[in-house]
């Protein structure tokens, strides 16, 4: 029998003679009182083992324990334990007052957990996951389809609530006016860059010289490049300040502050895209030969890169996290236009295959060229829907990364 996921739990602890329970999406009187005695914003409590026998053991072996809670950073630490609602198995586990959620995060990851909880005064208890892309979501095709509409759902949303951009902009905790003094910069650097690198390559191609120098000038000039770096860290400036915010949001706060915010960020997107359009059509359009799959378009291909690029760069604090979620961010942003040249590929079988069956039972012939133009047509539609299936998938992705800080 496979082993349930997410199954319920329980935390119990005692402090100042005082128990206290706490049951995920569910408020806690107790832990109320208790904030409220220590004059607390927030408690985290972190299970020093998974549920099961293995963690169960702890209870017996004080120097296993101690070497899990060695791991812990220097603070106040409670002990407590994790029960499982569904059979009674219980894990020791410890509990501090206002940690944030990044920093909790780090420290079950540390002590090798995949949960904890966390809770504030007035809102329910909420358990989250130690991956930030694990929280609410499974790994099928079902569930990343699901989440792609979901996007492409909320995409529309925002753009109906686009008018409300200035106010979506004070909302993310900056002004309009440096807004415009992104934009400016952004298209700015998009067509001096493009400038550049025709100037460059017009000199490195004239003295035939085909050296490194050649290769690296051309991975900077790249499209996303330029704009995912700047947007990023203008992004990575206002989620700075959204950590220095005196706790963090619960997740209803959090998807009421994403309604406000989410028009700025589609405003990003836009630039990003009109910035790739400036440098494809200021340079050679950067594209790559897949074989039998034909060759990447390179507005698609930048613009899927780039939006996989601006996360990791906003939400890295540190040069080891802006590596591990480039790494993951390179994968998906192929994975995403494999998906599409794939799809594509198919698409065209499919019409080849139809257009020849109805050419050998209609009485007439199909003239070549209404072939080519209902293949053309096919091909663009199928093209625009698996294009906005997967920006609508990267708009949720970066929906749940921006709620989860």
Not at 53 to 65: D, I, M, S, V, Y
Not at 110 to 120: D, L, P, R, Y
Not at 242 to 248: C, K, L
Request: proline letters at 4%.
């Amino acid at each position: 029998m496979a082993k349930k996921k997410n199954q319920p739990v329980e935390v119990r602890i005692q402090i100042d003679g005082i128990d206290v329970t706490a049951v995920p999406n569910k408020h806690s009187a107790g832990f109320e009182r208790l904030l409220e005695q220590r004059g607390a914003e927030s408690f985290v409590f972190i299970p020093l083992a998974r549920l099961g026998k293995k963690g169960q053991r702890l209870f017996g072996n004080p120097a296993a324990t101690a070497r899990k809670k060695a791991k812990l950073p220097a603070v106040d630490w409670y002990d407590g334990e994790l029960r499982s609602l569904d059979d009674g198995k219980a894990v020791p586990g410890v509990l501090a007052f206002d940690i944030r959620r990044r920093a909790a995060r780090e420290i079950a990851e540390a002590v090798g957990v995949n949960q904890f909880i966390w809770g504030t005064s007035g809102a329910p208890v909420e358990a989250h996951d130690v991956e930030i892309f694990k929280d609410d979501a499974g790994h099928s095709w079902k569930s990343a389809r699901a989440r792609a509409f979901v996007g492409l759902s909320d995409m529309a949303i925002s753009a109906r609530h686009i008018a409300a951009l200035p106010t979506a902009v004070e909302e993310s905790q900056t002004t309009m006016e440096k807004f415009w003094q992104l934009v400016t910069v952004v298209l700015g650097a998009a067509i001096a860059a493009g400038a550049a690198k025709a100037v460059l390559s017009a000199l490195l191609s004239s003295d035939g010289s085909t050296s490194w120098l050649a290769s690296v000038i051309n991975v900077l000039f790249y499209p996303f490049v330029i704009p995912a770096v700047l947007v990023g860290i203008y992004l990575r400036v206002l989620m700075r300040r959204g950590e220095e915010q005196t706790r963090d949001f619960t997740t209803a706060e959090t998807q009421e502050n994403w309604i406000k915010v989410a028009p700025h960020l589609l405003a990003l997107w836009a630039l990003c895209w009109m910035a790739i359009v400036l440098l494809t059509w200021l340079q050679s359009v950067p594209s790559a030969d897949l074989g039998l799959f034909g060759r990447t378009d390179g507005v698609t291909t930048s613009f899927i890169i780039c939006v996989w690029m601006l996360l990791p760069i906003a939400h890295s604090h540190d040069v080891e996290t802006l590596f591990k979620s480039a790494f993951e961010s390179g994968i998906t942003a192929a994975v995403s236009i494999f998906t599409i040249k794939l799809s594509l590929y198919v698409t065209n079988l499919v019409t080849d295959a139809v257009l020849g069956v109805l050419t050998n039972l209609l009485p007439f012939e199909i003239p070549e060229l209404l072939q080519q133009l209902i293949s053309s047509v096919i091909n663009f539609g199928a093209e625009v829907f698996f294009v906005a299936v997967l920006l609508g998938y990267a708009w949720s992705r970066t929906r749940q990364q921006f709620m989860r800080l």
